[in-house]
Antibody, heavy 120, light 110 residues
Framework: EAQLVQSGSEVKKPGESLMISCKGS????????IVWVRQMPGKGLEWMGM??????????TYSPSLEGQVTISADKSINTAYLRWSSLKASDTGIYYC???????????WGQGTLVTVSS | QSALTQPASVSGSPGQSITISCTGT?????????VSWYQQHPGKAPKFLIY???NRPSGVSDRFSGSKSGNTAALTISGLQAEDEADYYC??????????FGTGTKVTVL
């Protein structure tokens, strides 16, 4: 059974850097996209971007509104995808989910979510 | 890319049917048949309900059904049950090879 397990909650100060992770198991990690979705407090889901680990080449796609604000990456050797911020802002506070894109169009399963709190 | 438009809330009594609309544009919902739906209970991760507009994955109740007409997709929940009380989100693949979610709908079972 496919499963995604995310890293634990984080509390950071504005300006700090952060990388959260999403480890896949139970399926071929290199044959599926991993998408990142954010949910700000009390708000809806927002698609951030995705990474295709691939056997030969890693591919990335970002939401136009978020490109440059975060970096998505993957390490095929340990079946793990990452979401990285170089300088956090208070507005980055929220829950971040990863999910598997089995093929074009849908996401399943989802990770349990990582709560990121940015506060001075 | 603007979020797809969903009603903020929909309610119904147990046993009734409700429909949640999801309106986009010719660059997303109207461009592909790659519309999916997700259910999210409070404090939980989203759960996959519908893919390719009308298809249910195994394990999802047949009380959930999807449809699409032009730039608007819809999710219908028939035989409403207390456990259906949750937030629901649509999603669409876009002509730019990205994705967009809907604004979300809170379903209340009266």
């Amino acid at each position: 059974e496919a499963q995604l397990v995310q890293s634990g909650s984080e509390v950071k100060k504005p300006g700090e850097s952060l990388m959260i992770s999403c480890k896949g198991s139970g399926y071929s990690f290199t044959s599926n996209w991993i998408v990142w979705v954010r949910q700000m407090p009390g708000k809806g889901l927002e698609w951030m971007g995705m990474v295709y680990p691939g056997d030969s080449e890693i591919r990335y796609t970002y939401s136009p509104s978020l490109e440059g604000q975060v970096t998505i990456s993957a390490d095929k050797s340990i079946n793990t995808a990452y979401l990285r911020w170089s300088s956090l802002k208070a507005s980055d506070t929220g829950i971040y989910y990863c999910a598997r894109g089995v093929r074009v169009g849908w996401f399943d399963p989802w990770g349990q979510g990582t709560l990121v709190t940015v506060s001075s | 890319q603007s979020a797809l438009t969903q009603p903020a809330s929909v309610s119904g009594s147990p046993g009734q049917s409700i429909t949640i609309s999801c309106t986009g544009t010719s660059s997303d919902i109207g461009y592909h048949d790659y519309v999916s739906w997700y259910q999210q209970h409070p404090g939980k991760a989203p759960k996959f309900l519908i893919y390719d507009v009308t298809n249910r994955p195994s394990g999802v109740s047949d009380r959930f059904s999807g449809s699409k007409s032009g730039n608007t997709a819809a999710l219908t929940i028939s035989g409403l049950q207390a456990e259906d009380e949750a937030d629901y989100y649509c999603s669409s693949y876009t002509s730019s090879s990205t994705y967009v979610f809907g604004t979300g709908t809170k379903v209340t079972v009266l």
